[in-house]
């Protein structure tokens, strides 16, 4: 079973940013990052997540349509399972409460730093082994 990391971020150069840093990993098999340009598209990938280990959530905050914030508690209620770090460019301790008040794991600041954010990748997938 192949283990799935979600990113939800509706700038479309994160994907390329995220892959760039996790090559090795995705290369190797050892996870596989799935992107969603919405929070819509990231509940029903969610929901189609049922057949495969989704071990975490990763959403930015500000997005058009449905926010981070929103998102949250819907995909907790689809997969209470599943941890979710949100990520914002504003890491105001408001925005802070907020997240973790609705079940957020951690919340991470832009620009993201991808050594804190590959050591909580490896605890998933150390979990999920």
């Known amino acids: 079973m192949s283990l799935v990391i979600l990113v939800v971020d509706d700038e479309a150069d994160v994907e390329q940013l995220f892959r760039q840093q996790f090559r090795r990993e995705l290369r190797s098999g050892r996870f596989a990052i799935e992107f969603a340009q919405s929070a819509v598209a990231a509940l029903e990938r969610i929901e189609r997540a049922r057949e495969q280990s989704l071990i975490l959530v990763l959403s930015d905050i500000n997005m058009p349509g449905m926010s981070g914030l929103e998102l949250l508690p819907r995909a907790k209620n689809l997969r209470p399972d599943v941890p979710?770090?949100?990520?914002?460019?504003?890491?105001?301790?408001?925005?802070?409460?907020?997240?973790?008040?609705?079940?957020?794991?951690?919340l991470l600041t832009k620009p993201i730093d991808f050594d804190n954010l590959r050591s909580e990748i490896d605890l998933r997938v150390a979990s999920a082994a």
Do not use: L, N, P
Request: hydrophobic share 40%.
């Open 84 to 106: 979710v770090i949100m990520i914002t460019a504003y890491g105001d301790s408001e925005t802070k409460r907020k997240a973790i008040e609705q079940g957020a794991e951690a």
